[in-house]
């Protein structure tokens, strides 16, 4: 399965199908979503059941993971695994929460079957598009809240009304939560971090016109639902375990808050040991622990935007390039020894011809794109036969 490549939701539904069973009811779902990193906002790894065709970027797992939590949230609910329904339920879902994207989706996508709509739409909740850089290199910093989305989801299948209303409250919790949790410990640059994270991952409340004030105690006393409770709790474990310590505040914090929220000190005590585990395990997965200079950040970024439009247009380019012998030649001889001048030149200088020939290459044509070669060069080995279709189903006998 390729999440950036047209068909993955029909392949996931494919996929699916024969691992129904992989979560027995909704807290076993939880369970697995954080094991993912899902609920934290940090995406470490996907289901089990899914086979990548290539190494995913934190985006592609995020809309893996979104999807895996959609669908077994509407088949537990529900107890339906009929895909084409929950296709349909999860698009109109999102029109009553008032997406805005949904009624443009509609417009440009009105022959479409709902699949592919749907892959537009979740890109749409995935990515962050008030960033600037992020808007420049494709967008690859991914939105943290997206569990919101499942709880939202779990609501309306259960008939609740007022969708809108209801995601901004519980996302008007969550930030006041995470808000408190970081002004219970000493600050540093990874909490001014993870706090621009989940404010610049804001949908449904404005961020500007956001009051972090005590009221947001009451209503978590009086809130009875138990997922948005625990989502709330391991948020708040998530904000003040992320430099690995727990200071004598910020542990009166978590049990504070967590026994506000009608929860024992045996399962407070157990949403850190899974946050503390998650760490330990994951720390140096987690891109914003990471501090690299900005230099490294750019080249980083676009090593990842690189890597998907190879991957997108692999079966293209290998046509193309099988079309320049000399090319070829130069390019396997620059696994082994480095090129002249003049036959750097002329790697070049094709290769921008084959990339003028490929519209989605266009970033190779913009200034400075010639930097961006070498990154090309080093995923020439990944565009074999194997990873053409990723998204195709074969057909059984």
Not at 6 to 23: A, Q
């Amino acid at each position: 399965m390729n999440p950036s490549a047209s068909g993955w939701i029909d392949k996931f539904g494919y996929d699916v199908k024969d691992n129904l069973e992989v979560f027995s009811d909704f807290r076993d779902l939880y369970g697995g979503l954080k094991t993912s990193g899902f609920v934290y906002g940090l995406n470490i790894k996907v289901p089990r059941f899914i086979s990548p065709e290539h190494t995913l970027s934190e985006d592609e797992k995020a809309k893996i993971n979104l999807l895996t939590a959609l669908f077994f949230t509407f088949k537990l609910e529900r107890s339906s695994s009929d895909f084409d329904d929950f296709l349909q339920t999860i698009f109109q879902f999102y029109k009553e929460l008032n997406i805005s994207n949904i009624s443009f989706l509609n417009k440009i996508l009105a022959s479409s079957k709902t699949s592919n709509q749907l892959e537009k739409l979740i890109d749409s909740r995935v990515y962050l598009d008030d960033n600037v850089f992020s808007k420049t290199f494709n967008r690859i910093i991914t939105n943290s809240l997206l569990f919101i989305d499942v709880l939202t989801f779990k609501y309306y299948l259960k008939g609740g009304k007022n969708l809108r209303d209801y995601a901004q409250t519980i996302e008007y919790l969550t930030i006041n939560v995470t808000s408190h949790a970081l002004n219970s410990k000493e600050k540093n640059k990874k909490d001014e971090r993870l706090a621009q994270l989940f404010t610049s991952s804001m949908t449904f409340i404005d961020g500007e016109k956001q009051k972090f004030d005590g009221s947001y105690r009451d209503q978590i006393m009086n809130n009875p639902a138990i997922w948005e409770n625990q989502y709330f709790l391991d948020v708040a474990c998530l904000t003040v375990w992320e430099d690995k310590t727990l200071e004598y505040k910020e542990s009166e914090f978590i049990f504070g808050i967590g026994k506000d929220l009608g929860f024992e000190k045996s399962e407070i005590s157990r949403s850190l040991e899974e946050i503390t585990s998650f760490f330990e395990k994951n720390s140096s997965n987690i891109p914003f622990l990471e501090d690299p200079n900005m230099a490294i950040q750019f080249y980083d970024s676009m090593a990842k935007v690189v890597n998907k439009l190879i991957l997108r247009n692999s079966k293209r380019l290998q046509k193309e390039l099988s079309e320049s012998k000399e090319l070829m030649q130069l390019l396997s001889k620059s696994t082994v020894k480095d090129l002249s001048s003049e036959e750097k030149k002329k790697v070049q200088n094709q290769l921008i011809d084959i990339f003028k020939s490929i519209p989605s290459l266009a970033i190779f044509l913009l200034p400075g794109g010639a930097v961006l070669l070498p990154i090309f060069i080093k995923l020439i080995p990944k565009l074999l036969p194997s990873s053409f279709d990723d998204n195709r189903v074969e057909k059984k006998s």
